[in-house]
């Protein structure tokens, strides 16, 4: 008899050779199911905190990508066309910024962020929640936009090796156009949205990471300042805290895992948005790779 | 005349133009931070003095600056003394008040501490706190890089084996049931399903634990597990933050790349071993993870294995520089007193900013100190294979 398998012609099959989508659904899916699991068992103010949170570390992560991919394209383009102008000096006067800005551990980059954030907050400079989250989004862009240059140069030297841009170029098609339309927009994207995905994921690490360090070690200086709510600082309220404590109980009662999940939402909660997250925006990636053929 | 240009493209630059490269970068960060660790002394020892002249007047034992009515009377008695200095007046009592917040706002006068600065002593107590930094980091580079080969050429012989995810194998097996209909093996395959769900189960529990960030991991088990231990400390810094799964995926993706070479047909056409069944005779015994250097022999993977490898040695120092992020994270966020990354969260917080700068300065130099390695290694190998 013949057995009906997943590469026979069924959804399953479908989402399994899109492993991609399968994963964006799979992060939709738990995130939704978590949303509901909260709406029913989490106190109504933990629970717009909670979201609130979620959504500010999205948009933050949204906006580092946008100030990379803008960053990194700047840089990219212009460290070639230097490379291949008359004088040198432009060249090697980025290069050498770009080699000890990499040298730099991004979370340091962004705590130096932070800590003139805070300057600025202390002082009036900046006010409002909205600029905060974009300055914080532009400092992780800082540290993190090397690698769209690096995709950018590598795609433009790997084009340069081809016959077509010399037959562009002999054209008359100017060599800007060539680089920026020809190369990055329409043979690049996906080598792109890639790299951009793999951002996103680094974001909301580094983001998480900072507020929470930030919140657990600077607390008196933050207490003063009240930085936006993301999933970092939610995470390193002392709710939370004790939340996520809470599951060195099951090491000693395993019956505490019956109460866990209703008792100590909060920091449960906002641990699971981030590693969930975190795993599922690489298990995109990773599809995406496979599914481009990107490797 | 030099070619600047192919003097800093990586790839065509030789050892010791990168070592340049590398050297200046050091010697540059290494000014600016001593001009900046100069501007904060000299800007503390201003603050100092201006402080002393105001404290001055907070010492005046008939005086409570809190109550208003001695307030007005000091303000009335400077404007006899200084008389039509108005705006000086103003500014005194204005500095005043300012020192008096500080004394109960600012961390560093509530703790009662030496905030001098960096000073010799400072700077002998950080070495001990860098040099066992730079011990843990050194071993967990190491681990990591161990394991994540041995992930990676697992992954990538199951890869070959054509082994489906475990989810993808319960819903094929789900399938199968349906269109078979047979009641007899349903029993069998509902056992089977169920132990396949429970691996899956297991199997994301286990990447969860991968991916997630080090104080997650570390608060989890605060209460039942000493988080303050270096051997806790390496733990978290193998298995947290990501760090071991990106690197093992960097390596695997390598050596995908170098399984689509050419060579690698043609090695199989003159009769190379390629079968990749674990029992085959002329397949990989699991045993070859353990020493996958030498395990491969007259297997068509040991070329890929070492051409990868090649590809990988450069690729660390990006994998360096995140797990530097990785330990510092740790340090900071699990409030570890005596290390060297929480040191620098507990200067910035007492605002002593040269000792801040003077520890990014060494995490800057770890990682520089490690391209460099990488460097050496690589153009090492690159001899070897006679490039």
Request: glycine content about 16%; charged content about 20%; overall charge negative.
């Given at each position: 008899m013949a057995t009906r398998t997943l590469?026979?012609?069924s959804w399953l099959s479908i989402l399994n050779s899109k492993k991609d989508l399968l994963w964006l659904m799979t992060w939709i899916a738990g995130l939704g199911m978590l949303w509901i699991w909260d709406a029913l068992f989490l106190n109504a103010p933990a629970f717009a905190r909670l979201q609130t949170a979620f959504l500010n570390s999205l948009f933050t992560g949204a906006m580092v990508v946008l100030f990379s991919l803008a960053l990194g394209w700047f840089v990219g383009v212009s460290l070639h066309l230097l490379e291949n102008s008359k004088s040198k000096v432009g060249f090697a006067v980025i290069s050498f910024i770009t080699d000890i800005l990499r040298s730099i551990p991004q979370i340091i980059a962004v705590l130096i962020g932070y800590i003139i954030l805070t300057v600025l907050l202390y002082q009036g400079i900046i006010r409002s929640s909205f600029v905060q989250l974009v300055w914080i989004a532009g400092t992780i862009a800082v540290a993190v936009f090397l690698e769209v240059a690096d995709t950018i140069r590598h795609r433009i030297d790997y084009f340069r090796t081809l016959d077509f841009v010399d037959a562009m170029l002999c054209c008359g098609i100017k060599e800007r156009r060539i680089i920026n339309?020809?190369?990055?927009?329409?043979?690049s994207r996906s080598h792109l949205l890639h790299k951009l995905i793999a951002i996103f994921g680094v974001s909301i690490f580094l983001q998480c990471s900072i507020d929470f360090i930030i919140s657990v070690g600077l607390s008196t200086d933050v207490s003063l300042i009240n930085f936006p709510t993301t999933l970092g600082n939610l995470l390193a309220n002392v709710d939370s805290k004790q939340d996520i404590l809470a599951l060195s109980n099951l090491f000693t009662e395993p019956g505490y895992l019956s109460v866990i999940f209703v008792r100590h939402l909060q920091g449960l909660s906002a641990a699971f948005c981030i590693v969930f997250s975190l795993l599922c925006i690489y298990m995109i990636a990773n599809g995406y790779v496979r599914r481009h053929k990107l490797a | 005349m030099i070619d600047l240009s192919s003097i800093l493209h990586k790839e065509n630059s030789s050892l010791w133009t990168r070592l340049l490269i590398h050297g200046a970068g050091i010697v540059l960060m290494a000014v600016i931070f001593w001009i900046f660790i100069s501007a904060v002394e000299i800007s503390r020892i201003e603050s100092k003095k201006s402080d002393r002249e105001i404290q001055k007047y907070l010492d005046?034992?008939?005086?409570?600056?809190?109550?208003p009515l001695d307030r007005a009377l000091f303000r009335e008695s400077l404007d006899v003394f200084y008389n039509g200095q108005t705006h000086r007046n103003d500014s005194l009592l204005t500095a005043i008040d300012n020192l008096r917040q500080r004394q109960f706002s600012d961390p560093a006068y509530k703790t009662g501490?030496?905030?001098?600065?960096?000073t010799w002593s400072m700077a002998g107590k950080l070495s001990g706190m860098y040099l066992q930094f730079l011990a843990i980091y050194g071993i967990v580079l190491v681990i990591i890089y161990l394991l994540a080969q041995r992930i990676a050429v697992y992954r990538f012989i199951k890869m070959k084996q054509h082994r489906e995810s475990y989810l993808t194998q319960a819903f094929e097996l789900i399938n199968s049931i349906h269109a078979d209909r047979?009641?007899?093996?349903w029993w069998n395959a509902f056992g089977k399903l169920g132990f396949l769900f429970l691996k899956a189960l297991l199997k994301g529990m286990l990447l969860m634990l991968l991916f997630s960030p080090a104080y997650v991991i570390a608060y989890s088990v605060k209460t039942t597990i000493d988080t303050s231990s270096i051997l806790f400390m390496i733990l978290l810094g193998i298995i947290s933050n990501g760090v071991l799964i990106l690197t093992a995926n960097k390596f695997f993706t390598f050596l995908v790349g170098e399984s689509k070479k050419g060579y690698v047909q043609t090695a199989v056409a003159k009769n190379l071993h390629a079968s990749y069944?674990?029992?085959?005779?002329e397949g990989i015994p699991p045993r070859t993870l353990l020493k996958i250097?030498?395990?491969?022999?007259?297997?068509?993977f040991q070329p890929i294995f070492f051409n990868a490898r090649f590809q990988f040695i450069p690729a660390l120092k990006e994998h360096a520089s995140f797990l530097i992020t990785g330990l510092i994270i740790i340090e900071m966020a699990l409030?570890?007193?005596?290390h060297f990354c929480y040191e620098l969260l507990q200067q910035i917080l007492y605002r002593q900013y040269d000792i801040a700068a003077f520890i990014i300065f060494g995490i800057f130099l770890t990682v520089k100190v490690t391209e460099i390695a990488i460097d050496v290694w690589e153009h090492k190998e690159k001899r070897k294979y006679g490039y």
């Open positions: 590469t026979g012609n339309i020809e190369i990055l927009w329409k043979n | 005046l034992s008939k005086i409570d600056f809190g109550n501490g030496n905030h001098d600065g960096l047979i009641g007899s093996t069944e674990w029992d085959a005779p250097k030498h395990g491969f022999r007259s297997h068509v409030n570890i007193q005596g």
